[in-house]
């Protein structure tokens, strides 16, 4: 699969830069992702990783460049919204629903019935456990499990592009595999997903692509091979900046 | 509960509305014969409405609260604006004028001037209250990232709105219509306005546009161990953070539009009752958010040895310290506007130091949820439920209860004498807000644990 095959590509970003006062926070000149492509994001805290998100998803607006998600420029009109799950962090969850509840506002909104999304909710129950079974109010569930329902609400539409910020984050080991789990059926399903993480088994693991960012720009566009983790191991080791 | 509570209000607000709007000229013809109900209504409508709008503004949610959850779903940013922003006119401060202006326009509009000028009457209230909303939706989603362009937005608009009132006589006036024609369009260029800040204010960085200063180095904090410390990390958060810096220029605004009225126009009510309301918001504010707010950010610094009594003094001294600065600022719109007002000013800053502050900041610990932050100041019932609000009621009574029951100079006198009274007593405020705090923190402690 070509990293830089732009036309056709699933999301694609051209000069895209993101300035707050005098800092750059992302300069990313080009990336296309391909369809079907697993891409983790990788990289230090304050790296860029969230922000290329949000301007992905344009929840933030871009002091220059553009982003186009199969083909439809963000921004410009939300049809290319019904193409994207994505979870950020529990932030974005209505926190006085239930988690069945959520789960059905999320599948209205991408125009599922009630009961598909209850059907298709009913797959991921051993990922989501029984504290978020038992039926609490969002509010109330550890940052976890509401991570774990918001998570759920990202891939149960089946859309053609999930994007997920750091969701191996505050899970338990049984959930982090069961998201491994998750993550290799979205692949199977022919989804792109973008993915960041600080936790590079996982994400070698689980991609087929992973992007370094350091200092708001993309210093390493590499294949996940056998190699790679032993690679970012000595990349993050010597500071994770480029030498 | 309290949910329960707030929809029995609303009903009770809205029947109450439409009954004085049917019943009005009935009620007046018994208590004041020779008052025409026209009269009352025209001359009433536009402070009714500066008061509306100050309500809003110290009531009224903050539109975009709890959209986030919105903006990863497959909703046009411009729809998700749309709806929070008519959700936001579902509150009683438009269901109860419009309740009232229904049933006057039917009848006494009606009787008195025809079916045209009853409709229009109706028309250009409506128009009123869209100004009033838009503006206060304009400021809640705003202030915070444009405080200049939006106070200028908002300020010429409502003076627009009062210039054409005043200049065609208003909407029971002798051009009904074509006063409600022009306010109408006022409050439809004005929604445009409040659509795009909403539209805006949905963007995650949509903060101050202001380029970040540096930070300076060597201040941060714990080279100074204790109150300053405290003081210092409240400092930088209320600067550097939007939510918090709305919440203070909100009450700086408002106990300055308070006072202005207060000092300039006067009013039947006596000074220094105005002035403690004045004062109030920024005493009430800040001390109802002093623990909750810092709270959240500092909760680990709170297990350092002496931490708690330093925190608590920082809140205390922040708030106190934020009254008296509007205070002095009150007092130079006092020497400009009425000086001899000073007494008045300095008996409610007095009772607002020694009252209101405690008060705010003990009652901010008696919600069941102390730890979380809600959108609205001043008795915000989704963080300070019902405890607190009953706290802050009683204080609010004996504000109200000594000037009317003891007349105006001997009232502020007592004012004056129960803050200074409860100034002295700060120390021990302060130990008992501390052991709320401590109290608290292991019930929090205790619940998570058996959470686990």
Not at chain 1, 58 to 85: C, E, N, Y
Not at chain 1, 168 to 186: H, Y
Not at chain 1, 188 to 195: Q, Y
Not at chain 2, 105 to 133: I, K, N, P, Y
Request: hydrophobic share 55%; with cysteine; aromatic share 6%.
């Amino acid at each position: 699969m070509s990293h830089d095959s732009s036309p056709g590509a699933s999301v694609l970003a051209t000069g895209l830069v993101k300035r707050y006062g005098e800092t750059d926070a992302l300069s990313v000149e080009h990336l296309a992702v391909a369809p079907g492509e697993v891409v983790g994001l990788v990289g230090n805290n304050g790296a860029g990783k969230t922000t290329l998100l949000r301007l992905l998803l344009d929840l933030i607006r871009p002091t220059a460049g553009t982003v186009a998600i199969d083909g439809m420029t963000v921004g410009r009109s939300p049809a290319w919204k019904m193409r994207v799950g994505a979870f950020l962090d529990a932030g974005f969850l209505v926190d006085y629903l239930r988690p069945d509840e959520y789960l059905r506002l999320v599948g209205g909104a991408y125009g599922l019935a009630a009961a598909e999304t209850d059907r298709r909710a009913a797959t991921y129950a051993a990922f989501l456990g029984p504290a978020v079974a038992a039926g609490g109010f969002l509010r109330d569930l550890s940052t976890g499990n509401a991570n774990k329902v918001g998570i759920v609400g990202a891939l149960l539409p089946e859309p053609g592009l999930v994007v997920l910020d750091e969701p191996f984050a505050n899970l338990d080991p049984g959930a982090r595999i069961g998201l491994e789990g998750l993550l290799r059926r979205e692949r199977a399903r022919g989804a792109t997903v973008l993915v960041s993480s600080h936790d590079l088994d996982h994400v070698v693991d689980v991609c087929s692509r992973v992007l370094v960012l350091a200092g708001g720009r993309i210093v390493r566009d590499t294949p996940s091979t056998p190699d790679t983790l032993g690679e970012l191991r000595a990349f993050f080791a010597g500071g994770g900046v480029p030498a | 509960m309290l949910a329960v509570l707030k929809g029995l209000g609303l009903v009770y607000a809205v029947a109450t509305a439409a009954a004085l709007g049917f019943l009005l000229p009935d009620t007046l013809s018994v208590w004041a014969p020779d008052v025409s109900a026209l009269d009352v209504v025209g001359q009433a409508l536009l402070p009714a409405l500066g008061v509306l709008t100050l309500g809003r503004v110290l009531f009224q949610d903050v539109p975009t609260r709890g959209a986030a959850a919105f903006l990863l779903l497959p909703v046009d940013r411009r729809r998700v604006a749309r709806a929070v922003t008519v959700r936001a006119t579902l509150t009683v401060f438009n269901a109860a004028p419009l309740a009232f202006a229904v049933p006057f326009a039917l009848r006494t509009v009606r009787e008195t001037s025809g079916v045209s000028d009853a409709v229009a009457f109706v028309v250009g209230v409506a128009a009123l209250l869209a100004v009033s909303h838009f503006a206060v939706v304009v400021w809640k989603t705003r202030l915070g990232a444009a405080p200049g362009e939006t106070v200028a937005v908002v300020g010429a608009a409502l003076a627009g709105t009062a210039a054409i009132a005043l200049a065609s006589g208003g909407v029971l006036g002798a051009t009904p219509a074509l006063t409600a024609a022009l306010v109408g369009a006022v409050a439809l260029a004005l929604g445009a306005v409040a659509h795009r800040s909403v539209v805006e204010a949905l963007y995650l960085d949509a903060g101050p546009r202001q380029a970040r200063r540096a930070v300076r180095s060597g201040t941060a904090g714990f080279e100074r161990a204790g109150v300053r410390a405290f003081l210092d990390l409240d400092w930088r958060l209320v600067t550097r953070t939007r939510y918090p810096r709305g919440i203070v220029l909100n009450a700086v605004a408002m106990t300055l539009a308070i006072a202005a009225y207060a000092f300039w126009w006067g009013s039947e009510a006596p000074t220094v009752l105005l002035l403690v309301f004045s004062t109030g918001t920024v005493a009430v504010s800040a001390g109802q958010f002093a623990l909750p707010f810092a709270s959240g950010h500092y909760d680990r610094l709170l297990t350092l040895p002496g931490a708690p009594a330093a925190f608590v003094q920082a809140k205390l001294a922040a708030a106190v310290g934020a009254t008296v600065a509007l205070g002095a600022l009150q007092l130079v719109l006092a020497l400009a506007l009425a000086p001899d007002a000073w007494a008045d000013l300095a008996g409610a800053v007095l009772f607002c130091v020694g009252v209101l502050v405690p008060v705010a900041v003990l009652g901010s610990t008696l919600a069941p949820k102390p730890l979380d932050v809600a959108d609205t100041f001043m008795s915000s019932s989704r963080i300070q439920s019902l405890p607190p609000q009953i706290a802050l009621a009683a204080a609010g009574a004996v504000a109200v209860g000594l000037p009317l029951a003891l007349g105006p100079d001997l009232g502020r006198a007592a004012m004056a004498a129960v803050g200074a009274a409860g100034a002295l007593g700060l120390p021990l405020w302060a130990r008992a807000i501390e052991a709320r705090v401590d109290r608290q923190r292991h019930a929090v402690a205790a619940r998570f644990r058996s959470d686990l």
